[in-house]
T-cell receptor, first 114, second 113 residues
Framework: AQSVTQLGSHVSVSEGALVLLRCNYS??????LFWYVQYPNQGLQLLLK??????LVKGINGFEAEFKKSETSFHLTKPSAHMSDAAEYFC????????????FGQGTELSVKP | DAEITQSPRHKITETGRQVTLACHQT?????MFWYRQDLGHGLRLIHY???????NKGEVSDGYSVSRSNTEDLPLTLESAASSQTSVYFC????????????FGEGSRLTVL
């Protein structure tokens, strides 16, 4: 069965510092992988997705993630954190080629200190 | 603009009552989903549908039901609300195969007393 583990329920960084949010997946077939962001009192928005094309995926707001099959990882990074990046981030996996049936990780809350 | 709307946004109910949360999307998406969000658990899939008259159980479907009579709507019903169903519920839709992108509503916060 597919699953996702996000390491660290809460990450705090200083403004301008590197953001690294960790995600490891388990899947019996080549997975489709996603990162979503949730701002307070809102639904989730897609940041980026991996669908077996390039292993380095660029998303919105300067975020990117690298698919590493050997490590079963899909970590999210951003070189320089901004105050507006404070939100909750979810990694998700799908094996379903009909689209959209995602299994989500537990989420990581990112805080950005001035 | 196309959108997905949930109602009510907030509801308080009592144990044992039937509750229905509405979800309406104007994207004409075939796929629709209901998730619940709880601290420490992320989002867990309750039910989903790949088209009219199609419904499927997710990982936490006990105590919930859905029906899909048209493309636009997927109402979620709690037959007999329990305190364990206090949560934030999100409806989402997607276009179809391999796109992967879910479009989420703003959520419905349900409290069961």
């Amino acid at each position: 069965a597919q699953s996702v583990t996000q390491l660290g329920s809460h990450v705090s960084v200083s403004e301008g510092a590197l953001v690294l949010l960790r995600c490891n997946y388990s899947s019996s077939v080549p997975p489709y992988l996603f990162w979503y962001v949730q701002y307070p009192n809102q639904g989730l928005q897609l940041l980026l997705k991996y669908t077996s094309a390039a292993t380095l995926v660029k998303g919105i707001n300067g975020f990117e993630a690298e698919f590493k099959k050997s490590e079963t990882s899909f970590h999210l990074t951003k070189p320089s954190a901004h105050m507006s990046d404070a939100a909750e981030y979810f990694c998700a996996v799908s094996e379903d080629n009909q689209g959209g049936k995602l299994i989500f990780g537990q989420g990581t809350e990112l805080s950005v200190k001035p | 603009d196309a959108e997905i709307t949930q109602s009510p946004r907030h509801k308080i109910t009592e144990t044992g009552r039937q509750v229905t949360l509405a979800c309406h999307q104007t994207w004409n998406h075939n796929n629709m989903f209901w998730y619940r969000q709880d601290l420490g658990h992320g989002l867990r899939l309750i039910h989903y549908s790949y088209g009219v008259q199609d419904t499927n159980k997710g990982e936490v479907s006990d105590g919930y039901s859905v029906s899909r009579s048209n493309t636009e709507d997927l109402p979620l019903t709690l037959e007999s609300a329990a305190s364990s169903q206090t949560s934030v519920y999100f409806c989402a839709s997607s276009q179809g195969a391999l796109t992967g992108e879910l479009f989420f509503g703003e959520g419905s916060r349900l409290t069961v007393l």
